[in-house]
């Protein structure tokens, strides 16, 4: 038996994809809790690529059952897109399952985010602008629409009128934008309702009732514990929890049904969007790392920003999200340098700092303190047992298992699912 939860260990894009779709293979459940099309994940199958924004990698497996929980934000659009997309390529999604009870992002919580990005000019956050933090704002601000509500036409119109009002005021008041036309909006949501209507459910219930039978459900965290609006660079962060605390509330189960964390990370580190990064390479070292690791946004396709691998940043997620351990991936990536530098510690005005600094002002003059391992030049990607690595790579491995102080339990070597060296069962 076991619940397991799958966090980004950094700031998102760890390879979380590869790691859940490579456990998918085991597990009878996936569950998204947190975030909404934000995120994105590669899944290559068959030599196949899949990109997907919503729905759990698991649909790729024919019994695996899916569930979009109610922690997540869901662009009903966005969602039926990706269905359609899956079903033209022979995918069955009839196992999909979405919480009634998650929050809707609605044509202006998109409008609204590009529009609070521009006035922030360059204080900006550097969001993916698809509405997520608005449609969060709402769900705080008791004004959010959920999916129950497009089932249920007198409720959604209710809703929508109530929180058209306030949104065509900050439309046209704050920012001179044109009004949105109740009608248009009330009937295109109406019609999503419909079509989402056959995998709407209580999804708590679902959860619940597969981890009591004993079933292996794996929790598939979005974005990174540096993103997280508590433990993450605020306000450089997503409006969610990615770390696995997140999972429980996000998913409707009690802490106690968690049986393991495991943290994902990259073996080197990349951001995307802005905010603080202390180990960044802003030369043409990071430049060569970032086309070699093609380290392009799968959502929004920016360029990401690359740096050094950070231990600092490792132990605090391994504290925050209580990691059993690390799946490292994209190890191959850094096939060929001569040299590779990893943060052990940062040097601030206070003097050396070994925990991620709680403040902004701290973390600005935080300059990275650096150790250095040789580097390997053989190509790694065919390994599949840790005694394929080349030694170097396999004393990179145990440094950052020392300085982490978990062990790292799966090694990803390259973008197919064979290209992993697994150590420990992580189920
Ligand atoms: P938002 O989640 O769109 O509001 O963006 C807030 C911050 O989180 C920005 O820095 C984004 O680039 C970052 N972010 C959101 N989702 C992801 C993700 O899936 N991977 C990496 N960064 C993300």
Redesign the pocket.
């Known amino acids: 038996m076991a619940a397991i939860v799958i966090v980004g260990a950094q ?3 760890e390879g979380k994809g590869k790691v859940i779709d490579f456990l998918a293979q085991q597990a009878d459940m996936v569950v998204r809790h947190q ?1 909404g099309n ?3 994940h590669t899944v290559v199958v068959n030599d196949q690529e899949f990109k997907l924004h919503l729905v759990p990698s698991g649909i790729l497996y024919p019994n695996t059952l899916c569930v979009i929980a109610n922690g997540v934000v869901i662009d009903p659009a966005v969602l039926l897109e990706e269905l359609h997309y899956l079903q033209s390529r022979g995918v069955d999604v009839s196992r999909l399952k979405i919480s009634s009870k998650a929050h809707v992002v609605m044509p202006y919580h998109t409008q609204l ?1 590009a529009l609070n990005e521009n006035h922030r000019g360059d204080q900006k ?6 509405g ?2 608005p449609a969060y704002m709402d769900k705080a601000a008791r004004i959010g629409i959920r999916i129950a509500d497009l089932l249920h036409p007198e409720e959604l119109r209710e809703r929508l009128s109530r929180a058209l009002e306030e949104k065509n005021r900050v439309l046209t008041r704050a920012y001179g934008a044109e009004p949105l036309d109740f009608d248009a909006l009330y009937e295109r949501f109406l019609g999503y309702g419909d079509a989402l209507r056959p995998y709407v459910a209580d999804t708590s219930i679902i959860i619940n009732e597969a981890i009591d039978r004993g079933d292996r459900v794996l929790f598939e965290g ?3 514990t540096m ?1 997280d609006i508590d433990h993450g660079t605020y306000p ?4 969610s929890h990615p770390s696995a605390g997140g999972a429980a509330i996000g998913a409707g189960i009690g802490p106690t049904k968690i049986n393991r964390v495991y943290g994902v990370a990259k073996a080197y580190t990349t951001r ?4 603080p990064f202390p180990t960044e390479l802003r030369d043409s070292l990071g430049d060569s790392i970032r086309e070699r690791g093609q380290e392009y ?1 799968t ?1 929004t396709g920016r360029p990401r920003r690359v740096g050094w691998l950070d231990a600092v940043v490792l132990r605090h997620s391994v504290r925050i999200n209580g990691l059993a351990g690390l799946a490292l991936t994209r190890l191959d990536v850094l096939d060929g340098l001569p040299a590779l530098n990893i943060a052990t510690a940062y040097r601030c005005r206070e003097g050396e700092i070994k925990e991620f600094p709680d403040t902004a002002s701290v973390l600005r003059t935080a300059e990275p303190v650096y150790e250095t391992l040789p580097g390997w030049d053989t190509p790694i990607g065919q390994a599949r047992h840790l005694r394929d690595l080349p030694d170097n790579a396999r004393r990179y491995i145990e440094r950052i298992e020392e300085l982490v102080g978990v062990p790292v339990v799966l090694v990803s070597v390259g973008r197919e699912r064979a290209s992993t060296i697994v150590r420990a069962e992580m189920f």
């Open positions: 700031w998102g894009d975030g934000n995120a994105g985010d956050l550097g969001t993916t602008l698809r997520i933090g979005a974005q990174g993103l450089y962060v997503t409006s995307v969007g802005d905010g946004g959502t």
